[in-house]
Structure formats: structure tokens, C-alpha cells
């Protein structure tokens, strides 16, 4: 077995959630060299966990057989652990064992039976203000609130979280959640505050497959007429 990851992965990386481990994609090679009484019936098999069902042998026939001395393995389909069509950040086991066409060996040893693992990492998150510009509002419009909103790239199973961060930050409050923005000062208050926004995998999913973003700042200027 060789790993062969098909493209798209970060630098350094051979497998990236949401890059290079979707449903259909191939993640390995079989070889068998010599041929040996073909065809070949194959199987996958654990390797210590369940996770060896997200995969399958490419090319065999009806019944799990093939002559070929090159045979692909790629990700199911109908692979347990997708999330979003792509295999979930984390660790994962199969072996691949053959039998020949006179069902030998019976038991299987190193020659027909190889074990592997391979390791899908998590994705870099970055986010970005959806108008980066300072914001500019006199208190009277500062009073009737509005909201602050970022962007996660990836977007999908991601959430953003706001923050003030420094300046005259008693001046408003920002909900963690929306970025909607609550004017707490009177008429003749002003000042200037920096807010932040980070992304990061949604807690609802239960799932770990980002790296939080760097944060990202803005500023807010509040003014008296």
C-alpha cells in the first residue's frame, strides 16, 4: 500500500478537511507484485477502530475480485464520517487483505494482508469584516444600535465570535454571537473603540475540524455634535 493523496492539501499536508479527502476521492494504492493465481478477492478490514468503513477498492467486481496488479483505494460515498461531503478532521485505520482464486492463504499473513493509518487535518480558518472601513457614528445614530458582522472562510460548520478589545469600550457592547451593537453612553459621550472577530469550528457541531482564525479588528469611532 502506498499513500497517494490526490491534490488540493495545504503545504505540507497530504490530507486537509474539506480539501483533498471528499466522497469518491482516492487516498491510496494497492499494488501486488507477483501476481500470484488471480484474480484477487479483496477486503477491507479494521484496523483497531471502525474507521475502516469510510473506505473501499476501487475496480473489483461483483464479488470483491480483480485481476488488475493496481487497484485504487478512495472514500465512500456513503462514508460514516462525512461532514459536508468531506471526511472529518482526524485519524484513520484500515487493512486491506487478498485471497487468490484457490482461497489461499487461509490465514492471512505480511504477503496478503497490509495495514495502514493516515491523519486528516484540520483546516486554517481565515475571517474578514464584511466592511473592514472605520465606522463613523454620532451618538444620537450610535443610540439606534447596528450590527458588526464577519465572514469565516471556510463558512460551512464555522462560527464567528465579537469582541471589544480596546479603547473606550464602556461606550457600547457587542453580542458575542451577532456582532449587533449597543449604544451605552448618552448624548454627550464620544470616543473610540477597537472591536475583534474569530472563527472557529460552530459549537453546535460537536466537531473539531478548524484551526481558529487570527483575529481580525475594527475600528468604531463615536463622535458628539
Do not use: H
Request: charged share 20%.
Amino acid at each position: 500500500y502506498t499513500k497517494q493523496p490526490q491534490t488540493g492539501a495545504g503545504a505540507g499536508t497530504d490530507y486537509e478537511f474539506s480539501k483533498n479527502v471528499n466522497a469518491g476521492q482516492i487516498v491510496g494504492n494497492i499494488s501486488v507484485n507477483p501476481q500470484g493465481v488471480m484474480p484477487l478477492t479483496y477486503s477491507i478490514e479494521t484496523n483497531g477502530d471502525n474507521s475502516y468503513q469510510n473506505f473501499e477498492i476501487d475496480g473489483l467486481n461483483s464479488s470483491s475480485a480483480s485481476s488488475s496488479t493496481s487497484l485504487n483505494v478512495k472514500i465512500k460515498s456513503s462514508a460514516p464520517d462525512l461532514v459536508n461531503g468531506g471526511l472529518k478532521a482526524g485519524t484513520y485505520k484500515f487493512c486491506v487483505s487478498a485471497v487468490d482464486a484457490n482461497g489461499d492463504p487461509t490465514t492471512a499473513t505480511s504477503d496478503s494482508k497490509v495495514c495502514t493509518s493516515f491523519t486528516v487535518e484540520k483546516t486554517n480558518l481565515t475571517v474578514a469584516f464584511d466592511d473592514p472601513t472605520q465606522v463613523k457614528k454620532s451618538a444620537a445614530d450610535a443610540a439606534k444600535g447596528w450590527n458588526e458582522t464577519a465572514t469565516a472562510n471556510p463558512s460551512a460548520g464555522t462560527k464567528v465570535a465579537y469582541s471589544k478589545v480596546s479603547g473606550d469600550i464602556s461606550l457600547i457592547n457587542i453580542d458575542p454571537d451577532t456582532g449587533a451593537i449597543t449604544f451605552t453612553g448618552t448624548a454627550s459621550d464620544y470616543g473610540k473603540i477597537t472591536i475583534q472577530a474569530v472563527a472557529d469550528d460552530d459549537p453546535s457541531t460537536g466537531l473539531d475540524n478548524y484551526n481558529a482564525s487570527s483575529p481580525v479588528t475594527k475600528e468604531i469611532v463615536i463622535y458628539r455634535e
